[in-house]
Nanobody, 125 residues
Framework: QLQLVESGGGLVQAGGSLRLSCVAS????????MGWFRQAPGKEREFVAV????????YYGDSVKGRFTISRDIAKNTVYLQMNGLKPEDTAVYYC??????????????????WGQGTQITVSS
């Protein structure tokens, strides 16, 4: 079992920054990658970013590329999402997710085995 707890959400003005954290506990030794997704009201859950847990390779969704940065601290079992240049369209619930075994597309929701409870980000214009 793996538990994921996100924090760092809130309200921010357009152009501002926020940093999300996701702390993993449990069988963290078996994590292949950690990702961030988001879901706005009435929309599908969307891939944001992913980081390889051991190698640190990163990949971003087109809508956040150049503005968001994913990183991890293995010693703290924590993955971060630094969000700069926030836009109103970034408003969503952000979810942390853990991928234990690579099976398919790393950007797909079905790839991930565990999810956090989500944290709300609201960007005002």
């Amino acid at each position: 079992q793996l538990q994921l707890v996100e924090s760092g959400g809130g309200l921010v003005q357009a152009g501002g920054s926020l940093r999300l954290s996701c702390v993993a506990s449990g069988r963290t030794f078996s994590v292949y990658a950690m990702g961030w997704f988001r879901q706005a009201p009435g929309k599908e859950r969307e891939f944001v970013a992913v980081i390889g847990w051991t190698g640190g390779m990163t990949y971003y969704g087109d809508s956040v590329k150049g503005r968001f940065t994913i990183s991890r601290d293995i010693a703290k079992n924590t993955v971060y999402l630094q969000m700069n240049g926030l836009k109103p369209e970034d408003t969503a619930v952000y979810y942390c997710a853990a991928d234990l075994i690579r099976r398919g597309a790393i950007t797909g929701r079905a790839e991930y085995d565990y999810w956090g409870q989500g944290t709300q980000i609201t960007v005002s214009s």
